[in-house]
């Protein structure tokens, strides 16, 4: 069972003034509430550079987000390896690879 987590990504420089980062949480704010009225975000994440946002740190994000347990269940035949990196980037080839048109 595949799902679709929406995370908001909030970025801010680590150069802004303090100023700044008032005005910009303000927008964010207001930008967050109209992105939710449209989806379900999962995770919001802030990073002041593009350092910050690696697919480690938004896998981990969405894992905590998730509740994932890890343990073993008998009878279950889920995969305790979706919410990996590499489960991520697997899931987002296939993805891609079902919106290609023919042909193209």
Do not use: Y
């Not at 991520?88 to 048109?101: D, F, G, L, N």
């Amino acid at each position: 069972l595949r799902r679709t987590k929406h995370i908001f990504v909030h970025a801010i420089g680590s150069q802004a003034s303090a100023v700044k980062r008032g005005k910009i949480a303000g927008e964010c704010s207001r930008m967050k509430q109209w992105v939710e009225e449209s989806t379900n975000v999962s995770v919001h994440i802030e990073v002041t550079d593009e350092t910050s946002l690696t697919q480690e740190v938004v896998v981990a994000r969405v894992r905590k987000a998730a509740l994932i347990d890890d343990d073993e269940v008998p009878g279950d035949e889920g995969l305790k390896d979706i919410f990996t990196v590499e489960g991520m980037q697997q899931a987002h080839m296939e993805e891609r690879t079902k919106m290609q048109v023919p042909g193209e």
